[in-house]
């Protein structure tokens, strides 16, 4: 399962599809918290999409049906920073290009959103008080430390010399 794993082995089409399906997840739990709670609550949408982007990630990551053993969750995690972090996309593009490791990709694209956030957040951006701000930082700095936490083995195998790079298996 995962988007790399569907790339590397079923090819391009098959991780582009699941890149998609995961992405979408993300993007379709913000878009039904913003039609349930957009009229009453407007003043703290940013916060509110916060945590549903990271509901979905913590769904993917740890799935109760699969014995709470699921994703690594950056192709979820996509979902929300896409929407809202262009930057990003190019961050994770440039960071895979570059070092051919998906993993160095996912992490620096993670950091990168939660320096987006807070550089944002700092210049008035989301439009909301301070403690749903510092509510926002918090929920950032968790999609972070579930990445890292998600990817130890990869940061392990890395640091060994040993991390797979990408490659794209044959499309079937």
Not at 8 to 28: P, Q, S, Y
Not at 36 to 56: C, K, N, T
Not at 58 to 81: D, Q, R
């Amino acid at each position: 399962a995962g988007t790399t794993n569907a790339l590397r082995t079923m090819g391009w089409k098959a991780g582009v599809i699941t890149l998609l399906g995961d992405c979408l997840k993300c993007v379709f739990a913000v878009l039904v918290v913003r039609l349930i709670f957009g009229g009453a609550h407007g003043d703290i949408m940013p916060v509110l999409s916060q945590y549903a982007g990271l509901g979905a990630i913590l769904g993917h990551n740890y799935p109760f049906y699969m014995k709470f053993k699921g994703g690594k969750g950056i192709a979820v995690t996509a979902g929300i920073i896409i929407t809202t972090w262009k930057i990003c996309l190019a961050v994770f593009l440039i960071s895979v290009a570059a070092t051919k490791y998906v993993s160095v990709g996912s992490l620096v694209v993670v950091v990168t959103y939660f320096i987006c956030v807070v550089v944002y957040g700092q210049m008035g951006g989301f439009h909301v008080d301070g403690s749903h701000l510092t509510e926002m930082y918090v929920l950032a700095a968790l999609v972070v430390v579930s990445a890292f936490y998600k990817h130890k083995a990869n940061i392990g195998r890395l640091m060994n010399g040993t991390e797979n790079k990408l490659s794209v298996g044959r499309s079937k």
